[in-house]
């Protein structure tokens, strides 16, 4: 199947700090990635839209000066998480659609592993 | 906007017991629908796929159904064992044009030896 690689996959700050996660299409193009985030026995929320060559779009409610979004290239999508606080602490994932279609069933979305963010 | 839940919100069983996963979404406007598969601490596996013109996909023990009109999709696990134990998520994308999924609130399994 489709591989969508996340990086790194967990990471320890301090507060204040700012952290970047890398969200990478392996075998495919990607014109659009998404991210996600999710807290200790919670489900998964998503944050944005990330689009190749645009602006990312925000879910209603998070911050985008906070949680800036990246996507340069068709297989690589960036989450940076900027002056990072204990309440940042989570689970983020990406995932991915095959832009050609060639991979998975149409609209199928690949994850990445996740990259789990702790904050102290 | 989009809802998605998930009934049992935990589930406790005996091994060997077959068991149904609920989930249901509020908008029937659907593209597809997938159940994943998510360990404590780990990524998503995903199990099924049933696209907005399918009612149902199989896959070894696991069976999942769909009925977009009523927004329900049920996911069927025969014979359980062990190793499922594990939080089952689904999620929904819309026809809209963005793919994005929408997940549900998740089901904690757990099947007993």
């Known amino acids: 199947g489709a591989v969508v690689s996340q990086h790194p996959s967990w990471v320890i700050c301090k507060s204040g700090t700012s952290v970047k996660i890398e969200c990478r299409s392996l075998d495919f193009q990607a014109t659009t990635m998404f991210w996600y985030r999710q807290f200790p026995k919670q489900s998964l929320m998503l944050m944005a839209t990330?689009?190749?060559?645009?602006?990312?779009?925000?879910e209603q409610g998070v911050e985008k000066d906070k949680f800036l979004i990246n996507h340069a290239s068709l297989t690589l999508s960036t989450l940076t998480v900027t002056s990072a606080h204990p309440e940042d602490s989570s689970f983020y994932i990406c995932s991915a659609r095959d832009t050609a279609g060639r991979l998975g069933m149409a609209g199928e979305l690949f994850f990445g592993e996740g990259s789990r963010l702790t904050v102290l | 906007k989009q809802e998605v839940t998930q009934i049992p919100a935990a589930l406790s069983v005996p091994e060997g017991e077959n068991l149904v996963l609920n989930c249901s979404f509020t908008d029937s406007a659907i593209y597809n629908l997938q159940w994943f598969r998510q360990d404590p601490g780990k990524g998503l596996t995903s199990l099924l796929l049933?696209?907005?013109?399918?009612r149902e996909q199989t896959s070894g023990r696991l069976n999942a159904s769909l009925d977009k009109s009523s927004g329900r999709s049920t996911l069927y696990i025969a014979a359980s064992q062990p190793g499922d134990s594990a939080t089952y998520l689904c999620a929904v994308s819309s026809t809209s044009g963005t793919y994005k999924y929408i997940f549900g609130t998740g089901t904690r399994l757990k099947v007993l030896a």
């Open positions: 990330s689009n190749e060559g645009s602006k990312a779009t925000y």
């Open positions: 049933i696209q907005s013109s399918q």
